[in-house]
């Protein structure tokens, strides 16, 4: 991944006025509030649209879409984390993909074997973690290029599993040899007071029933997502300031990030680069196995050959768009996860083609805001899109069915186009490190 | 001088069958966990392989694995990383067998029918190939990222999308486009092989995509080892810096690699899109997109390496099917071998490359010693 430039952001000036300046005033501001401020802005936008839109669409901020939208959100947030975790080791980890397969079926036939959601849980971590062996073993020990051991790694994974399932999943009752008995995942529950199901009285659903523009979009938009909210999805979320904690408040995580900056510096000052990027590779795959079990147990209720989609790529990509940063990863999975949904919840095309409008709109947001930084080529680029995704909204009565399964992926290409360029990598990411060389 | 020529090639052929033992022995301690004789189920392969119906069944894998391996190799030799061959080669074959069977080039006499048909798969796979390139060249995306979400967009999107429209309607369930008339479709090669074999038996027929193999893997050949833009190619590969400063335009070149990548890819799927189906449809083969990178890598991007591996996973793939009928060990056990040779080459490859720098500073170190020896002490003007 030597292509994203490393330039050093300008020093912003707090005096500036206009766009430029209220958005140097929003970088500013700490993480927490950043996110959320983001995260308010894009439910405005939705129920901007949706009014718009009108019916059918309603299917973009009801409480069922943004459950969901956390749900299909989790295995890429783990697969970004763990991402995070190699990367700032500085060893890029394309068999994050593999790491996932195997954390499906692990995940699965702990879930089954042991009777346990918990057990499902742990052995997916571990399944994960031996991809992640593999691959330290391959580019740290034997200094083999990081990304044709990550493609080596996904190969070897589907056959692995595949094999497995004949011999284990074949001979247990509802399994064959491409998927598992049924695995259900760890219990769920709904935040007490604010969110409630089945009449009982809360907070947040009395506020959705009111029928305010925007306030209750953002209610009901919180209430689905403090609904029957698995603890598996939780924990996924837990681990997102766990891991900022990790690795930028502890003497483990400098060491681990020394070896991504720079490796050289780290073992002169007595750290043991080899031993630290084992740790960030192998936790890396953990969190790939955590968040395959995670799409085995409680996105799919079953192990099914082929099910992670891409999903560990798209992890990849949340890390890019996050800035090799927890939060920024954070934000890029819900980004990324929400196609996903609507793809599974979707089924009339009204709400996809009415995301054709948001992303139109979007792009005019860029559009505005590449015109204020005179970044002239991406202005025409973020203009002739608009233009199109808001001909192709107004020309259209509903999306083709085609449509919700490529959004994601079509996503994944639209941000990183508008992103790619600001961003910084670690600085010796992706480079084959020899002790004393 | 003979010893060190003998541990060259030790070192060359070494590290392949290095990989190939390691996989043989470690699948074998897996078939003996699994309650398989391993001793059975290889002789079993073996045996079977030693057919002619086989060796042909063998051609016919290896043929598209080895084009798909020709074009992932195309972008390794300059450190790119085309991981969209699977999408390329998918799109590709779509919009040939679209081509193919509508308006005026169905009534084009065979070898200009074919012709057609191969340029269009080749551009398709270009352009969806370039996409990436583009990407990657103006806006700075990683092309392992973009040709990823490219297949899913191609098979998912683009193929979803037309396929409804070029859907053959004449009364099949099958949906797929309308099959090509015989002027589009190569003959097998069953004859050519057959005068210096006994006839073939079992209605197998020998893929004519066979001979375009072969000529992608020479004009590969001759491409990267004769030809300027394949020194710049080798050139940006080995050191980017180097090449740039020698006035190799990086950027340029990353667009040629991608475009000469996917302008291969697109003929992967030509041994069935010019076969008897004659058409695409939703039960296309996949999957040899991500083989050939593993083909790729076991041939160290070597015309002639990535042959080996072809026929080497051609060999496996026939060999899940015999297992299946003998019963001698799971046909499964076959997808593992792959992997693990994949992944023992690599690492057998590097730990090779690691043996011959070594041997490489020793022998200069004793060359620059010899010299002091023969040059007096004050002899500064060592001749460079």
Not at chain 2, 17 to 33: D, G, K
Request: overall charge neutral; aromatic content about 8%.
């Amino acid at each position: 991944m030597t292509d994203v430039i490393a330039t050093p952001r300008p020093a912003d000036t707090p005096e500036e006025g206009g766009v430029k300046g209220l958005f140097a005033k929003y970088v500013a501001l700490p993480g927490p509030i950043r996110w959320m401020t983001a995260a308010a802005l894009g439910v405005l936008l939705l129920s901007i649209v949706q009014e718009i839109s009108g019916e059918g669409s309603s299917v973009l901020t009801e409480p069922g879409t943004s459950g969901a939208m956390l749900r299909f959100a989790v295995p890429i947030l783990l697969a970004g984390l763990g991402g995070l975790f190699s990367e700032r080791a500085g060893v890029v980890n394309i068999g994050l993909e593999g790491m996932m397969i195997l954390g499906t079926w692990f995940g699965a036939w702990g879930t089954v074997n042991f009777d346990s959601p918990w057990a499902g849980l742990v052995c997916g971590a571990i399944g994960g973690a031996l991809g992640g062996l593999l691959h330290a073993v391959a580019t740290v020990s034997f200094g083999v290029d990081h990304i044709i051991s990550g493609v080596a790694i996904n190969i070897l994974a589907p056959g692995l599993t595949r094999f497995l399932s004949d011999q284990v999943f074949s001979d247990w009752e509802g399994g064959s040899i491409t998927q598992s008995p049924r695995a259900v995942g760890l219990p769920k529950f709904d935040v007490p007071l604010l969110a409630g199901q089945g009449g009982s009285t809360s907070l947040l659903g009395e506020l959705d029933d009111k029928d305010w523009f925007f306030v209750s979009d953002v209610a009901g938009f919180l209430e689905g997502a403090m609904q029957s909210l698995s603890l598996y999805t939780v924990i996924a979320f837990a681990l997102v300031p766990l891991s900022g904690f990790v690795l930028w408040r502890t003497r483990l995580g400098l060491r681990i990030r020394i070896c991504g900056e720079r490796p050289e510096a780290g073992e002169s000052l007595g750290v043991n680069i080899y031993l630290h990027k084992y740790i960030g590779v192998v936790t890396s795959g953990a969190f790939a196995g955590v968040a395959g079990g995670f799409v085995a147990m409680e996105l799919a209720g079953i192990y099914r050959e082929g099910q992670t989609l891409g999903r560990g790529y798209i992890g990849l990509a949340a890390l890019i768009f996050g800035n090799w940063r927890p939060g920024g990863v954070m934000l890029g999975s819900l980004l990324f996860g929400y196609p996903f949904v609507l793809a599974l919840r979707d089924s009339t095309g009204l709400g996809t083609r009415a995301l054709l409008l948001v992303i139109g709109i979007a792009l005019i947001a860029v559009l505005v805001f590449s015109v204020v930084n005179r970044k002239w080529t991406d202005s025409i680029i973020a203009g002739v899109l608009a233009l199109a995704m808001l001909i192709w909204w107004s020309q259209s009565s509903t999306a083709p069915n085609w449509l919700p399964n490529t959004m994601p992926y079509a996503t994944v290409l639209l941000v990183l186009v508008f992103m790619s360029q600001r961003l910084r990598m670690p600085a010796a990411d992706g480079q084959i490190y020899r002790k004393g060389g | 001088m003979n010893q060190s020529i003998l541990r060259r090639v030790a070192l060359a052929v070494g590290a392949p069958f290095a990989a190939v033992v390691f996989a043989v022995a470690l699948s074998s301690v897996v078939l003996l966990i699994s309650g398989n004789n391993p001793y059975n189920a290889f002789s079993d392969m073996l045996e079977n392989a030693s057919r002619l119906e086989t060796f042909v069944d063998i051609l016919n894998n290896a043929t598209p694995l080895y084009i798909s391996g020709i074009a992932a190799a195309i972008g390794f030799r300059m450190n790119l990383f085309n991981i969209g061959v699977e999408g390329q080669y998918l799109i590709a074959a779509f919009f040939a067998a679209a081509v193919g069977s509508a308006g005026f080039v169905v009534d084009l006499p065979a070898p200009l029918h074919v012709a057609v048909i191969l340029l269009v798969a080749m551009s398709v796979g270009a352009a969806w190939a370039g996409v990436a390139g583009a990407l990657k060249v103006t806006r700075g995306i990683n092309e392992v990222i973009s040709t990823i979400m490219l297949n899913f967009i191609a098979v998912g999107g683009v193929i979803a999308w037309l396929l409804v429209e070029f859907q053959d309607d004449s009364g099949a369930s099958n949906s797929g486009t309308t099959p090509l008339a015989a002027s589009g479709r190569l003959p097998s090669l069953n004859r050519v092989l057959e005068t210096v074999t006994r006839e073939i038996g079992k209605g197998r027929e020998l893929t004519g995509v066979l001979i375009i193999a072969v000529v992608v893997g020479i004009g590969y050949h001759l491409f990267i080892n004769r030809t300027r833009l394949g020194f710049d190619f080798r050139a940006s590969g080995y050191n980017p810096m180097a090449a740039r400063a020698g006035g190799v335009p990086p950027k340029r070149m990353i667009m040629y690699a991608m475009l000469l990548s996917g302008a291969v890819a697109g003929l992967v799927g030509m041994f069935e899109v010019l076969s008897d189906k004659g058409q695409y449809s939703q039960s296309f083969v996949r999957g040899i997109g991500f083989n050939g990178i593993a083909v790729a890598l076991i041939g160290r991007n070597n015309s002639v390496g990535i042959a080996v591996g072809a026929l080497l996973f051609g060999f496996l793939s026939t060999s899940s099917g015999i297992l299946q009928i003998t019963g001698s060990a799971t046909p499964e056990i076959v997808e593992i071998m792959k992997g693990i040779i994949v992944l023992s080459a690599v690492v057998a490859y590097e730990v090779v490359r690691r043996i011959r720098l070594r041997d490489e500073a020793k022998s200069a170190a004793e060359a620059t010693e010899r010299r002091d020896d023969s040059v007096p002490v004050e002899g500064s003007e060592v001749p460079a």
